[in-house]
């Protein structure tokens, strides 16, 4: 069967109304992304460790969560965690979450790696999301037990696009394309496919005590202001309670809550089931996906979100260095500051550490239109085919230490943060142009501001 090729683009960077002041603050406490829960350790474990302020009693549940994201499904039957698939992209939360990191992609997307393709119709579904593609659903999944064809395999390749910033400097993007193969079905010429990287953990639970009212203090979807710049909330549906709620999780700010999040993930990743999602996701096979209960326990199930709630962001470094400093100032006059909210504060949460906190994420969970170039034309529930969900920044510039590389974008293809920068487009566009403005001593101030993040 003859390739089927699609061109897609993605981001790193969205950006928002500014709180209500669009300032990095140079206040003693700076470092403290995370105010008190911060951890600063700087080594190749540094997203892994709990909320520096935790309990005993959390960290127990911690400890226990951790093992749980861990474990190794296998096919059934089974004695312990034999409820991988049939279909599946990978194995346990952690082989696509290396060090509570973010992934890098593969050139071959049939290989057990952190990149995903979503995929749907037209459309929505009853409740208002993605209206599932027949006999794929709305994730592909591209491995899968004995006995039971994958859905495809999907290859990636590179085509390079240059350009000079206005000094004269070189620089290069790349633009992926993927290329499906061997469908198990015919693809439906009207699928829309997205491909999502795997990210960083940490600091999710503090996201989650974001109070709802503040962040619709930043949103200005109708950009009243008129300073271009118009975030959205989106809100999705809760399985928990039965009604729209608030997105904050996700490229798309598509899932309410982190323990829905990990259902989510765990059905659609590993073909695990649980009480969230109790059925299978290969809707085109014939399996017998009645004949047991929930894969995942609700014991396991929140383990895992308490330990995802409970991983710390990592300090800011080099707060007081000469350049570092010049880069703060290049980031706000860059305007990149009203995208991503340098400073916020949380409310309550079940998790009491994670309340009252004054915290550093650098971002409004808005949702923002940031032009064709970065569009995947799939919209998530409120968000249209061009919106995205603005990226946290913190502990960005420990990617490298962590996980061994330096892609970014919602996809990987930016190799470094200034390829990054230069996919903003739509309501982003007019940082990018300051941006190609800059001479080589302010781009690499500020490129060495956001790495100090």
């Not at 603050?25 to 709990?50: L, M």
């Not at 990191?101 to 593969?106: D, E, H, M, V, Y």
């Not at 994670?354 to 409120?382: C, E, K, V, W």
């Not at 293809?413 to 200034?418: F, G, I, P, S, V």
């Amino acid at each position: 069967m003859r390739p089927i090729v699609f061109i897609l683009a993605v981001l790193l960077f969205s950006c928002s109304e500014p709180e209500t002041t669009s300032t990095v603050s140079n206040d003693a406490d700076e470092a403290y992304a995370g105010g008190t829960t911060t951890s600063f350790d700087q080594t190749s474990k540094a997203f892994t460790f709990p909320i520096a302020n935790i309990s005993a009693a959390n960290l127990e549940a911690h400890n226990a969560g951790d093992a749980a994201f861990e474990a190794t499904f296998v096919s059934p039957p089974a004695l312990i965690n034999g409820g991988l698939g049939p279909l599946f992209n990978n194995v346990s939360c952690v082989s696509c979450h290396n060090n509570d990191g973010r992934a890098k992609p593969l050139t071959n997307a049939g290989a057990f790696g952190g990149l995903l393709f979503r995929i749907s119709s037209p459309g929505v579904d009853a409740r208002g999301g993605p209206a599932a593609m027949p006999g794929f659903g709305t994730q592909i999944q591209t491995h899968s037990i004995f006995g039971v064809e994958p859905e495809m395999e999907i290859q990636i390749s590179y085509t390079e696009i240059s350009g000079k910033f206005a000094d004269g400097t070189d620089y290069s993007l790349q633009q992926p394309t993927y290329s499906i193969t061997n469908p198990y079905m015919p693809v439906p010429v009207n699928a829309m496919i997205s491909p999502r990287i795997a990210n960083s953990n940490f600091g999710l639970g503090l996201l989650e005590a974001v109070s709802e009212k503040t962040i619709l203090n930043l949103a200005d979807e109708n950009d009243t202001n008129g300073d271009g710049i118009s975030g959205k909330a989106n809100y999705v549906y809760d399985f928990a309670s039965d009604k729209m709620m608030l997105g904050r999780f996700g490229w798309k700010a598509s899932q309410p809550t982190l323990i829905q999040q990990s259902a989510a993930a765990a059905n659609n990743d590993m073909g695990v089931t649980s009480s969230y999602f109790p059925n299978e996701t290969s809707l085109g096979q014939a399996q017998d996906v009645t004949a047991h209960g929930p894969e995942m326990s609700d014991e396991e199930l929140r383990g895992i979100t308490v330990y995802l709630q409970t991983l710390a962001p990592p300090a800011r470094r080099n707060v007081s260095d000469a350049t570092v400093m010049k880069g703060k100032t290049m980031f706000v006059q860059a305007q990149c500051a009203t995208c991503h909210t340098p400073k916020m504060q949380t409310g309550s949460h079940t998790i009491a550490e994670l309340s009252n906190q004054t915290i550093r994420p650098f971002t409004d969970l808005l949702l923002h239109d940031m032009g064709d170039g970065l569009a995947d034309n799939r919209p998530d529930y409120l968000a249209d085919g061009r919106e995205w969900r603005t990226a946290p920044l913190w502990g960005i510039g420990l990617t490298k230490i962590v996980n061994g590389h330096t892609n970014f974008l919602h996809d990987g293809r930016a190799r470094n943060l200034t390829e990054a920068i230069l996919w903003h487009g739509g309501e982003a566009e007019n940082s990018k142009q300051l941006f190609l403005k800059m001479g080589a001593a302010d781009r690499n101030s500020l490129i060495k501001f956001i790495e100090s993040l």
